[in-house]
């Protein structure tokens, strides 16, 4: 996942959240990432994932974004610590914090059943030496 972290705009200081690609942002209300600030298109432009070349920028032939304070293109490939402006909206983009998922169950559980096994062979072992 990555995030937005906006920086002017109405919505400053607020991080956003994008989970699913593409993306589109925009001003109308059917787009995921939503700004009513100046300057934005209703439908402005999407990130795309490309899986070998990473996050990519597509910019509405149309509307206009700057990269880095340099105009976008139609496509620009964003990466970490990038700065996007979207008509009078800034942000920077970031890859979002990996969540740390707690396995403790399954391994306690995992370490109960090799003692068991453990116990069933040694109780086994001993049966066959009587």
Same mark, same amino acid.
């Given at each position: 996942?990555?995030?937005?972290?906006?920086?002017?705009?109405?919505?400053?200081?607020?991080?956003?959240?994008?989970?699913?690609?593409?993306?589109?942002?925009?001003?109308?209300?059917?787009?995921?990432?939503?700004?009513?600030?100046?300057?934005?298109?209703?439908?402005?432009?999407?990130?795309?994932?490309?899986?070998?070349?990473?996050?990519?920028?597509?910019?509405?032939?149309?509307?206009?974004?700057?990269?880095?304070?340099?105009? =976008?293109? @139609?496509? !620009?490939?964003?990466?970490?610590?990038? #700065? *996007?402006? &979207? $008509?009078? /909206?800034?942000?920077?983009?970031? +890859?979002?914090?990996?969540?740390?998922?707690?396995?403790? =169950?399954? @391994?306690? !559980?995992?370490?109960?059943?090799?003692? #068991? *096994?453990? &116990? $069933?062979? /040694?109780?086994?072992?001993?049966? +066959?030496?009587?």
């Amino acid at each position: 996942m990555v995030q937005l972290q906006v920086l002017t705009g109405r919505r400053a200081g607020e991080r956003i959240g994008i989970r699913r690609f593409p993306c589109e942002v925009g001003r109308s209300a059917p787009v995921p990432v939503r700004f009513e600030d100046g300057g934005v298109w209703e439908r402005h432009g999407r990130f795309r994932l490309d899986p070998e070349q990473g996050v990519f920028f597509e910019v509405e032939p149309q509307a206009g974004a700057l990269l880095n304070g340099e105009p =976008a293109g @139609e496509a !620009a490939r964003i990466r970490p610590g990038d #700065i *996007l402006e &979207l $008509g009078s /909206v800034k942000m920077i983009f970031w +890859l979002s914090e990996a969540r740390q998922v707690s396995h403790r =169950a399954r @391994e306690m !559980a995992t370490w109960i059943c090799l003692g #068991i *096994l453990c &116990l $069933g062979q /040694v109780a086994l072992a001993y049966r +066959l030496l009587q």
